[in-house]
């Protein structure tokens, strides 16, 4: 983890992140602002290379702060959010 994404995990992160791996029950994460919440839902990704995390941000802001930092560790990821409901986004082929 420190070595992709330059930080070293505290213990409640590494917890966090180990019950989200273990996929036996839902998680749920309660931490103030700025302590580190992002550090939780990023550490499983280096462990499931070809796997697929969504994760919902109450800002649009903070998923494109996530695309950019994710996209620096070499792992790919995308916001979508409602700059991109488009028609042709949403278009349903029967």
């Not at 036996?24 to 990704?45: E, H, N, S």
């Amino acid at each position: 983890t420190e070595e992709v994404f330059n930080v070293r995990p505290c213990l409640w992160q590494l917890k966090v992140a180990e019950a989200l791996l273990k996929e036996d029950r839902d998680v749920l994460c309660v931490a103030g602002t700025g302590m580190g919440k992002t550090l939780t839902f990023w550490m499983p990704l280096l462990f499931r290379v070809d796997g697929i995390q969504v994760i919902v941000t109450p800002l649009n802001m903070l998923g494109k702060q996530n695309v950019a930092s994710l996209g620096k560790a070499g792992i790919r990821a995308i916001a979508i959010n409602s700059e991109m409901a488009t028609p042709a986004n949403f278009y349903v082929s029967c």
